[in-house]
Every structure is written in structure tokens, then in C-alpha cells.
């Protein structure tokens, strides 16, 4: 099930499904190699914001943009998954 990001507790493994936002949210999400299907490792988080690993960089988000950020569990069958992190169950470094 899609949720929010903010919505997952410290230590989640997630995989974004999507980004709910306007051109400007999403391009921001995109420069950031937010992509949808990329797995995300949750560091920090909560309905103010979110500290979390992608792609090997650590990002720190503001609530209004991680609560834009769906996102379901990496081990859920729901939602894409990337091209560029390998085996069927990716998971973020």
C-alpha cells in the first residue's frame, strides 16, 4: 500500500512509487535521484521530516516534501522497481 513517506519508521527499507507534486516538486525529487522504483533507506523520520539514504547520498527533507514522496515497503510486489540497482530485491546501501 502507497503512503507517504513521512509516514514509515526510522530503519524502513521503501521503494518510491511516486511523487505527488507539481513540476517544481518533482523535478526537485528527480535532482536528487528520487526516481521512482529507487529503493530508500528511512535514517530519520517522522511528520516533520525525513533523514533518508538514496543511492548512496544522505538527503534531509522538510515535511511538505516528504509527505509528497509515496513510497511502499521494498519487500511489497506493488509499485515499479529501478533498472539501475541489481536482483529482484534491491535494496538501498
Do not use: H, W, Y
Not at 29 to 44: E, I, K, Q, S, Y
Amino acid at each position: 500500500m502507497q503512503k507517504p513517506l513521512t509516514d514509515f519508521p526510522t530503519g524502513s527499507v521503501v521503494r518510491i512509487a511516486g511523487i505527488d507534486g507539481g513540476r517544481q516538486a518533482r523535478s526537485r525529487m528527480l535532482a536528487m535521484g528520487m526516481t521512482p522504483g529507487c529503493p530508500v533507506t528511512v535514517l530519520a523520520g517522522g511528520p516533520t521530516g525525513c533523514r533518508v539514504r538514496v543511492r548512496g547520498s544522505e538527503v534531509v527533507l522538510c515535511c511538505g516534501l516528504a509527505g509528497k514522496i509515496m513510497a511502499v515497503a521494498d519487500d511489497s510486489d506493488e509499485g515499479p522497481r529501478c533498472n539501475c540497482c541489481p536482483g529482484p530485491r534491491a535494496r538501498a546501501i
